[in-house]
């Protein structure tokens, strides 16, 4: 029973979140919300123990689509980091900055980039394309998303030393044209560059946050170099290009794990 605590460990860390949130704010919409999402990563990591082939894909599906639809379309929730900045602010601790705030400033720590793998809407479709394993070796213009970051951070600060009116509003559209774009340059890019995951190495903003803190995550792939026989597999199915046999928190691109467990599953001698 033993190999059960991680799906149970991951719920209990929910659920925690969950009652804290609705008990401090007063609002059982969190209660709701995390133990949702605490359940539907369970499921999936209780799935993946099962050798289930697509518990990881069951889990962006339940979750990615559930904050896209439901908390982004129907709740007109603005949940990227436009939405982040605009809550920021105005001084306000709800919404997008306690999503931030859980997943991907301080549970980081914890799970490192494992947002990114499991719950990411933008990825969710990304990874139907047909370059899973990169073709190609990681080009170096990772710079790019420092550009994008600051891109949306001048938005929203523009808008308001500006004291437009409705920011609401502009928020709404501002997370409907910013999927559409995402989308867009994301499919061209995977193909242009036959990798699935080409977005989110270059473009996506939201790295400036998840990098720093990954950098000390908790769950992390670890290789027992006595099982080890330096095949490379691990490296050819990694779609972040990670070299997971070493160790070192210092390892190339590191920080770049996004937990999918592909190496994992094809290490022929167990060693990860």
């Known amino acids: 029973m033993k190999k059960y605590w991680p799906p149970v460990m991951m719920l209990v860390i929910f659920e925690t979140v969950a009652v804290t949130l609705w008990l401090t704010k007063n609002n059982i919409f969190y209660l709701f919300n995390f133990s949702y999402i605490g359940l539907s990563i369970s499921l999936g990591v209780f799935l993946y123990i099962k050798e289930y082939k697509h518990a990881r894909r069951f889990v962006q599906l339940l979750v990615g689509l559930y904050m896209l ?47 990114c793998g499991y719950a990411c809407w933008t990825a969710m479709v990304l990874d139907f394309l047909p370059y899973k ?9 990772g710079w790019i998303r420092y ?38 340059i994301g499919v061209i890019l995977a193909f242009a560059f036959k990798d699935n995951r080409a977005f989110c ?14 950098y000390f995550s908790l769950l992390r792939i670890k290789c027992d170099k006595d099982k080890c ?7 050819r199915v990694c779609p972040m290009n990670v070299d997971v046999t070493d160790n070192s928190r ?5 920080t770049e794990c996004i937990l999918c467990m592909e190496c994992v599953r094809n ?3 167990d060693a990860l």
């Open 267 to 269: 290490c022929p001698k």
């Open 250 to 254: 210092k390892r190339e691109n590191g």
């Open 133 to 141: 394993v990169p073709e190609k070796p990681r080009k170096k213009i």
């Open 201 to 214: 190495k270059y473009i996506c903003p939201i790295t400036v946050f998840l990098k720093p803190m990954s």
């Open 147 to 184: 550009i994008t970051f600051a891109i949306s951070l001048v938005f929203v600060a523009a808008l308001f030393l500006a004291k437009v009116g409705n920011i609401e509003r502009i928020m709404f559209w501002a997370f409907i044209v910013g999927n559409i774009l995402y989308y867009a």
């Open 69 to 115: 639809i439901y908390l982004g379309i129907i709740s007109r929730e603005n949940m990227q980091i436009e939405g982040f900045w605009y809550y920021l602010f105005t001084g306000v601790f709800e919404a997008a900055t306690i999503h931030y705030a859980v997943a991907k400033i301080f549970g980081p720590l914890l799970f490192g980039r494992g947002w």
């Open 229 to 235: 026989i330096s095949c490379g597999k691990c490296k």
